[in-house]
């Protein structure tokens, strides 16, 4: 009888999330594969002229905050806070408003977004800003199992003064999962990415680490490949069963402080890093 419950219970949850899928389809435009926000010619990948580069004498500062789509007040002041110590912001659950437009184009920011899907003509999905422009930047998706909408990752490469290239890797995990294969899928794929990587690498983002599996493959799998995770001298940030979900990890790079501020303006905490270069 047990058994009996528990498959109805099974064939019930499934019927919602299908119904709920059918559903969020017909509000939601979902690209039928990966491509940047910013193209008209639904590509994946751009290149960008070489005009400048970063110079590695100088600090490099970071910051990682998942938006919360913009949804509570006070954003655009936190975000204004961000831009004048960083040079590089990597968002998560960014969505393309009118708002968001206007301050990248007020603040002459760089920016690319992956087109995860979009909602009443605004797109939603990573986005990376910099000072620079990169000279490649890639979209990538993975659709979660149950809800169809996909999470979104951007792998940009910046230039850097020495002639090597800096990778950096903005990534928003699938959340609802009943294992964990579906989220090793989109984090194997990352790894492959990096693996065949030279040079300074940053992964970063919001992993959704909600589950000690989680946590313990993504730290596994990055060590791997000899990414290290940066410690915080002060951790506000947002925890699920008392595990972070963002993290930033680097490689070939010297972390000189590394902090996280919770703010009304998202669920999730704002993340800084500084790095520097390993100048030969």
């Not at 890797?169 to 990096?194: C, K, M, P, W």
């Not at 972390?255 to 303006?265: I, K, V």
Request: charged share 20%.
């Amino acid at each position: 009888m047990k058994i009996l419950k528990k498959r109805w219970l099974a064939l019930g949850t499934a019927i919602l999330i299908g119904a709920v899928s059918v559903w969020l389809y017909g509000i939601f435009e979902v690209p039928e594969t990966p491509r940047l926000a910013s193209s008209q010619e639904n590509v994946s990948c751009l290149s960008y002229p070489v005009s400048s580069s970063i110079d590695v004498r100088k600090p490099l500062n970071l910051a990682v905050w998942n938006i919360y789509k913009q949804q509570l007040e006070g954003w655009e002041d936190e975000l204004l806070a961000l831009s004048k110590a960083s040079s590089l912001i990597l968002l998560q659950e960014a969505q393309l408003s009118q708002d968001l437009q206007r301050y990248i184009s007020a603040h002459r920011w760089h920016s690319n977004q992956a087109f995860a899907f979009s909602v009443n003509n605004e797109v939603a999905g990573v986005m990376t800003l910099s000072d620079l422009a990169p000279k490649k930047v890639c979209a990538y998706t993975k659709v979660e199992p149950y809800l169809r909408l996909p999470k979104s990752a951007l792998y940009s490469e910046f230039p850097l003064s020495n002639g090597q290239t800096l990778s950096v890797i903005n990534i928003h995990s699938i959340n609802f999962t009943f294992g964990i294969e579906e989220y090793r899928e989109q984090l194997n794929a990352l790894v492959d990415a990096v693996t065949k990587l030279d040079g300074p690498v940053i992964v970063a983002g919001d992993f959704n680490t909600w589950s000690e599996k989680r946590l313990k493959t993504v730290k596994a799998e990055l060590n791997r490949i000899g990414l290290q995770e940066a410690v915080f001298d002060t951790d506000a940030r947002l925890k699920v069963f008392s595990l972070p979900l963002d993290h930033i990890y680097y490689r070939d790079l010297v972390l000189n402080d590394a902090n996280s501020r919770s703010t009304l303006a998202s669920d999730h905490a704002m993340m800084t890093a500084s790095f520097s270069f390993k100048v030969n």
